[in-house]
């Protein structure tokens, strides 16, 4: 009561961010920086695997393997490596997914099969760069990196999706604004 509305802009400021904190920011993240598929393969997940990605041994995935570019030009730089873990359910979605570059997984999951992704779990972690993915990213091995891992939910609490991102230090920044409460 007695806050009032202000206007700041009519359209989105134009230019690069990583401010997310709506699923479909997230989603705009995707149509801003383009999807190269490096690999898929169908899995079942390992007692490791399971471990690394908090879910039951046993669990059958769709894994595709990508890199995120700044834009969609030859020249464009590498922002992070993703490995997406799919509900293998959703299996066939690959095909879309290489013909859909610049569409999140979790959106194409939502448009093909009716599941709205109602919520999504973040855990940042810091991580020195792997060697694996270093020439990949354009980065040095052992440097300063963030892995953001995602879990998607559908309305119902089941997870469909599980992406784990490794982005060099210097291209990613998260930003967080906190409040006071006035109660």
């Given at each position: 009561k007695n806050v009032?509305?202000?206007?700041?802009?009519?359209?989105?400021a134009a230019g690069f961010t990583q401010s997310i904190a709506t699923?479909?920011?997230?989603?705009?993240?995707?149509?801003?920086?383009?999807?190269?598929?490096?690999?898929?393969e169908r899995l079942v997940a390992d007692l490791a695997l399971a471990k690394?990605?908090?879910?039951?041994?046993?669990?059958?995935?769709?894994?595709?393997s990508s890199l995120r570019m700044e834009d969609a030009t030859p020249a464009a730089r590498p922002i992070c490596w993703t490995d997406v873990y799919v509900d293998a359910a959703f299996g066939d979605i690959d095909g879309l997914v290489r013909e859909s570059p610049e569409?999140?997984?979790?959106?194409?999951?939502?448009?093909r099969y009716g599941r709205a992704i109602t919520r999504i779990r973040q855990e940042v972690d810091a991580i020195l760069m792997p060697a694996e993915?270093?020439?990949?990213?354009?980065?040095e091995v052992g440097s300063p990196a963030l892995r953001i891992t995602r879990r998607y939910?559908?309305?119902?609490?089941?997870?469909?999706?599980?992406?784990?991102s490794i982005h060099p230090?210097?291209?990613?920044?998260?930003?967080?604004?906190?409040?006071?409460s006035r109660e």
């Open positions: 009032g509305t202000r206007v700041e802009a009519t359209r989105p699923v479909d920011e997230l989603a705009q993240f995707g149509a801003r920086h383009v999807r190269v598929v490096r690999g898929t690394e990605l908090d879910c039951p041994g046993g669990t059958r995935w769709l894994h595709i569409t999140l997984i979790s959106s194409l999951i939502e448009a993915l270093a020439g990949e990213l354009q980065a939910y559908d309305a119902a609490g089941e997870l469909l999706e599980i992406s784990r230090a210097s291209r990613f920044t998260f930003s967080m604004e906190l409040s006071r």
